[in-house]
């Protein structure tokens, strides 16, 4: 990955789970404080770093509430920041960062920086007003500490993922991590009645069958997640969700097809979980069957693109598997219809 | 907590660095009582216009930081309603 690619992708991701955070305290602006969470929740040797001082997504939700209540405390108000609520960054818009959060994520792609999520880390540690070494503080470490365990989550070797290359498919690859039990995650995944909570393009699956079959009916969303309504062509409507492949607690494939639309082209999720310090880190790797004959060839000059928008498919569901779990609660189970577990 | 005497904390400037950063969390309470507040009063019927008066801002400065920021399920009243 370049390192233009990896710092968009880096900053997409951040910005993404920084603006839920402070979504949840009825803000927009996403702040130094949102930024320090969504980086104890990142994928990359930055998130591993903070994690392994020991620091969890809700100590440092905390540790920022705590710091806001004390300092309005000490200008005698005394009611603190209104209770945290769901995440809504994703049904409401207007988001921002605020000017010395983007100039770190600026920074962090500048010369001489790597664009990567450690090197957010190490501008963020270095801000001069004070915020981040107090949260730090709370949560009982400090930035020397974190620079250390920077270091040494950056010298372990990441397993480089063999992504699955074939003719005639095309595949976005993202890792996730997912501050929940491995378990906890494999209820949500292999599901087929909780499909619409990490795969948004589904709106509904019905599961009211034998609890035997590995096929079932779907409906497509006609709406986006802020209620607004989606242009749908007709033939895509119906959708039919497959459980294809099944290994308990590490691995699940769904292929999901239009049994209306003339040309089927099925897309395949494929989940991977494994445990990993405070949480669990999830792989998604998204296939498509490419077009052939004329389409192929009229597609070709725009691959580049293509690959970012698989990218970006994948990072969606994804993101949308590492939210469930970072939401106050978790919706109520909608059904009961999930895989056996052992 | 010992709860501090309003008078003499809000007004303390022997820390000023402490007293600088107490000020920033008082912005963030401002941010979120404001958007609560406007979709509260959305919600209530009120337009953008009275929401405006009632900030003592403009009703563009109002509809532009708050139109795509509030819960999409509240009714936005027409423009000159």
């Not at chain 1, 602006?29 to 104890?40: K, N, P, R, T």
């Not at chain 2, 000023?16 to 979709?39: F, I, K, M, T, Y």
Request: hydrophobic residues 40%; contains cysteine.
């Amino acid at each position: 990955m370049s390192k233009l690619s990896r710092a968009a992708a880096t900053s997409q991701t951040l910005s993404l789970v920084a603006m839920e955070e402070a979504s949840r305290l009825g803000l927009r602006e996403a702040d130094l404080e949102h930024l320090l969470l969504a980086l104890v929740v990142s994928d990359q040797p930055a998130g591993v770093a903070l994690r392994s001082t020991g620091i969890t997504l809700a100590d440092a939700r905390t540790a920022v509430e705590s710091l806001h209540s004390e300092q309005l405390a000490s200008l005698g108000i005394s009611t603190g920041l209104p209770d945290a609520g769901r995440i809504v960054s994703h049904e409401t818009g207007g988001y921002e960062w605020t000017r010395r959060a983007s100039d770190i994520i600026g920074r962090a792609a500048g010369r001489g920086r790597a664009g990567d999520a450690a090197a957010v880390l190490r501008e963020l540690l270095a801000e001069p007003s004070g915020l981040v070494t107090d949260l730090l503080e709370r949560l009982g470490t400090t930035p020397q500490q974190v620079l250390a365990e920077l270091a040494r989550a950056e010298a372990e070797p990441r397993p480089r993922q063999a992504r699955p290359r074939a003719r005639g498919v095309a595949t976005g690859a993202v890792e996730t991590f997912v501050p929940a039990s491995v378990d906890e995650v494999w209820a949500l995944v292999s599901a087929p009645g909780r499909v619409p909570e990490w795969y948004p393009s589904i709106a509904s699956v019905e599961t009211a069958g034998s609890g035997e079959e590995t096929t079932w009916a779907a409906r497509t969303s006609t709406t986006d997640s802020s209620g607004k309504p989606l242009r749908v062509r007709p033939d895509r409507l119906r959708c039919q969700v497959e459980l294809v492949d099944v290994t308990p607690r590490t691995r699940v494939r769904w292929r999901f097809t239009y049994p209306d639309a003339a040309v089927r082209r099925p897309v395949v999720v494929e989940i991977a979980l494994a445990p990993t310090a405070g949480g669990t880190q999830v792989s998604v790797v998204q296939t498509w069957v490419r077009s052939t004959g004329w389409r192929a060839v009229v597609a070709a000059p725009l691959r580049p693109l293509q690959r970012a928008l698989l990218w970006l498919a994948a990072s969606q569901t994804g993101h949308a598997i590492s939210r469930a779990f970072r939401q106050p609660h978790l919706p109520a189970d909608r059904d009961s219809a999930s895989y056996p577990q052992e | 907590m010992p709860t501090p005497d309003v008078a003499a904390t809000a007004a303390d400037t022997s820390d000023p660095r402490a007293g600088l950063r107490a000020v920033a969390s008082l912005r963030v309470l401002a941010d979120s009582l404001e958007l609560r507040q406007v979709e509260a009063a959305l919600r209530a019927g009120m337009s953008w216009q009275a929401v405006a008066d009632a900030l003592g801002v403009s009703r563009q400065a109002v509809h532009k930081k708050y139109s795509k920021r509030i819960d999409p399920t509240i009714p936005v009243p027409r423009r000159n309603a």
